[in-house]
């Protein structure tokens, strides 16, 4: 059964991932416009109208922006959980016969697709990741969280690859513009994962099946692609665990957990699992 995976974008400003099973496709939020969305899957050869599925995380913005005019245009259903459905009321109106409810630490089949969601720790009303399971595989999503509990370790250990936050370098945050209040927020437990945090929480999510971590949300304001990649590199290499960072061509792959990036903007590459 084929598996792939590929996230359209992430950063501060939108967050959409998408994935295929067996020809089944789904999104996990979408968090641009519908037209951005649409003009990226495009990118990856992906007509817009065969998306089967949308999973909803939680009403921000940058998670829902796009899913009102995707789900109107191509009758799309949009699963999310009840309190989250009350609170979106930025994304145009959907048809009730397209909003289904998926609740929070529920589990459901979609086809051959076993889906898990989990709480996470953030400012809205009432915030829920996935993780999707097939032949024995795991993709897991695991972003806006000011700390990764234990429960919620459970829910994506080991899984075979991994969109997970790596939203801001502290010291790069602290001496910046944005307002205090907005610090303290970004900073505290319902807000997001530090380069330093994530990576400390990353060494006990891996495991032997781990292939793939893609490192996501990254403040475009309060981070980079460099120092996100070398806080998860440094962090698992001092642990003993064999990473490779996609960026590096030189070294061989194979049996490493490959560290990737993300982009605000275009798709990265997809990948068969």
């Known amino acids: 059964m084929g598996l792939r995976f590929c996230p359209l974008f992430s950063g501060s400003d939108g967050n959409c991932c998408f994935l295929e099973v067996d020809n089944r496709r789904y999104l996990i939020d979408a968090g641009f416009s519908g037209k951005k969305i649409e003009s990226n899957l495009k990118i990856l050869g992906i007509d817009p109208s065969t998306i089967d ?9 940058d998670h829902i922006k796009g899913v009102g005019v995707l789900a109107r245009k191509y009758n799309i259903p949009v699963y999310a959980n009840k309190l989250t459905w009350q609170n979106m009321t930025k ?5 009730s016969d397209l909003k289904f409810h998926f609740e929070k630490e529920e589990s459901k089949i979609f086809d051959n697709v ?7 720790s953030h400012d809205a009303i009432n915030p829920q ?8 595989k795991r993709v897991s999503i695991l972003t806006d969280t000011g700390y990764v509990s234990d429960k919620m370790i459970d829910y994506v250990k080991d899984s075979h690859t991994i969109v997970y936050e790596s939203n801001h370098e502290e010291n790069v945050l602290l001496s910046g513009p944005y307002p205090w209040t907005t610090k303290q927020r970004i900073l505290s437990d319902m807000g997001h994962l530090s380069n330093t945090d994530s990576a400390n929480y990353l060494t006990k999510i891996v495991g032997d099946n781990t292939k793939n971590v893609f490192l996501a949300h990254l403040s475009e304001q309060n981070n980079t692609k460099e120092l996100a990649r070398m806080a998860a590199d440094m962090t698992l290499k001092h642990k003993d665990i064999d ?18 990036d993300t982009d605000p903007a275009i798709p ?3 990948i068969e699992i």
């Not at 994304?91 to 048809?95: A, D, H, K, T």
């Not at 076993?114 to 996470?120: A, E, L, P, Q």
């Not at 990741?129 to 024995?136: I, K, M, R, S």
């Not at 990473?243 to 990737?260: F, G, R």
Request: hydrophobic share 40%.
């Open 268 to 270: 990265t590459r997809i």
């Open 91 to 95: 994304c145009g109106e959907i048809s």
């Open 129 to 136: 990741f996935y993780t999707f399971e097939c032949d024995g």
């Open 53 to 61: 599925l949308i999973f909803l995380t939680h009403e921000h913005i």
């Open 114 to 120: 076993v889906v898990n969601s989990f709480g996470v």
């Open 243 to 260: 990473c490779v960072l996609e960026a590096d061509k030189t070294i061989d792959c194979n049996n490493k957990i490959v560290i990737m």
